[in-house]
């Protein structure tokens, strides 16, 4: 591991909150300053909330952008034109029209499709949008390019980061499009924190960074600015979540917490060797928070894929006494069938050597959607959240996946976040919650098992469950491939 992938509202939170229940209570109503002053002085706390509601999250994003005075600055992996982004991009061009400043740095692969939906957004006054580590060409000639410099251009921005007015911001997995925010279709469960405060000044910082990279572009200079302004033609506009007002719906008191900021250097994305970077890899940052636990770790991520070297470590720490469990995606609900292939060559040693692995349930009706690479029957339901809790002190929010992608190719960024409670919020999902929205993994007779607990008892499934021998066959035959270090 230590050496993107591109991819609901009210009506489904059930789902949603199953999996992150136990983490966003925590998050959202653990004890407040004489909790938090145990780890640092009062002046130095960040003050924040969790946003596990897909449809909570959307409309913490419009609410900013509607209150925004001055500044707005985005960093995202995915735009994607759809009924939610285009929503988004309506409330920016709303902001921009009041005049305030609107800077928008996207990556060139997960937001291409966008281009042409921010013509407008462009023109106005104020208005910076930029693309990160880009192809200067389009249509066909830009696929010629992800080919000739697949080596360059296959190194994404995967961070996730909303800064308003200096005042607040949004860090976390989610990305700007359908799947992250409206019900119906693929369902992605997922984490983010609304943070204000001291940690703002670094969330700043690695923004200014990152734009100010030379790898960044002008959208005008990769995709020249039409003489006349396209037409504009959304898709449904009527679908997009309604978001109350605050009179409405008072959002709930933001709670202090020491937050510190974990990012990546842009300079990962160029690959140069004697690159003086501008801080620390993020993997750097997250092996020292996790190396050493005293008595638990543990770990959600949609992609997982530890190396042999992080196998062992872990098996001798839960052979030194520690608590370690893993919740990852299942092979019916993953949305990338070579990461789940690649993990699943793991699998045996984990829990021969006493780590707990969970596996997310596809809880809702398949449908017909392609995964990211092989098309075929899919769940509706995704995990995507990446979290991880060390020792019930501090949790991890952010972009970073415990594979090699997030390790060696793509950038990401998130927080620490110093709170027993919400650090014990993960505890209690994995002791108690994990049985019903995860199969739990065990060995039995020599075999690996899924156990999937209901209501209504325990089931053992002896092979994958959900899976047919066409997809079994296929991922072993992935599992042998050598494409590991590209996942």
């Known amino acids: 591991m230590w050496n993107s992938r591109k991819p609901h509202a009210g009506s489904q939170y059930s789902l949603t909150g199953r999996l992150l229940a136990a983490v966003g209570a925590a998050l959202a109503l653990f004890a407040g300053p004489a909790a938090a002053e145990a780890f640092d002085a009062p002046e130095t706390l960040s003050a924040f909330r969790s946003l596990s509601s897909n449809e909570e999250a ?17 960093q995202t992996y995915i735009l994607t034109p759809d009924i939610t982004g285009s929503g988004l991009i309506r409330e920016l061009e709303s902001a921009a029209g009041r005049g305030v400043a609107v800077r928008l740095l996207l990556d060139d692969y997960g937001s291409h499709e966008a281009k042409a939906r921010l013509d407008r957004l462009r023109r106005m006054p104020g208005v910076e949008i930029r693309y990160i580590n880009a192809s200067r060409n389009q249509g066909l000639l830009r696929r010629v390019d992800y080919v000739l410099r697949f080596g360059q251009l296959n190194r994404r921005m995967h961070n996730k980061s909303f800064i308003v007015d200096d005042r607040a911001a949004i860090v976390g997995g989610r990305n700007i499009g359908d799947v992250y925010f409206r019900s119906g279709g693929v369902v992605f469960s997922d984490l ?17 960074i990152y734009w100010d990279s030379s790898l960044t572009l002008p959208l005008d200079e990769i995709a020249p600015l039409p003489a006349r302004p396209r037409s504009v033609r959304d898709p449904s506009p009527e679908l997009v979540p309604t978001c109350p007002t605050p009179a409405e719906a008072p959002p709930r008191p933001l709670q202090p917490v020491p937050a510190v900021v974990f990012s990546d250097p842009p300079t990962k994305l160029s690959r140069a060797p004697n690159a003086e970077p501008a801080f620390d890899p993020i993997r750097d940052q997250i092996r020292r928070e996790i190396e050493t636990p005293a008595r638990s770790l543990y770990i959600v991520s949609p992609y997982f894929i530890p190396n042999d070297r992080w196998v062992h470590h872990l098996v001798t720490l839960r052979a030194e006494g520690v608590e370690i469990g893993v919740l990852t995606n299942s092979a019916r609900a993953t949305n990338s069938t070579p990461v789940h292939a690649a993990y699943s060559k793991y699998r045996r040693e984990l829990l021969e050597g006493g780590v707990r692995l969970f596996e997310f349930k596809p809880t809702a009706p398949p449908v017909e959607e392609p995964d990211l690479e092989f098309a075929g029957l899919r769940s509706r339901s995704t995990l995507h959240a990446k979290t991880f809790a060390v020792d019930d002190q501090k949790i991890f929010v952010g972009s970073f996946n415990f594979d090699p992608r997030s390790v060696s190719l793509n950038t990401e960024m998130g927080l620490i976040l110093r709170s027993p409670q919400a650090a014990g919020g993960v505890r209690t999902y994995f002791e108690v919650g994990a049985r019903t929205s995860a199969y739990e993994l065990k060995m039995q ?14 089931k053992v499934h002896k092979r994958e469950p959900g899976v047919g021998l066409f997809r079994r066959v296929l991922l072993k035959a992935l599992a042998l491939a050598p494409i590991e270090h590209l996942l």
Request: charged residues 35%; contains cysteine.
């Open 445 to 458: 007779a020599d075999r690996i098992v899924w156990v999937d607990s209901s209501a209504a008892g325990e």
């Open 192 to 208: 983010d924190v609304i943070i204000e405060g001291p940690a703002l000044t670094d969330l700043k910082r690695v923004f200014d």
């Open 58 to 74: 959307y409309c913490s994003r419009i609410a900013l952008i509607r209150e925004a005075r001055t500044r707005i600055d985005i």
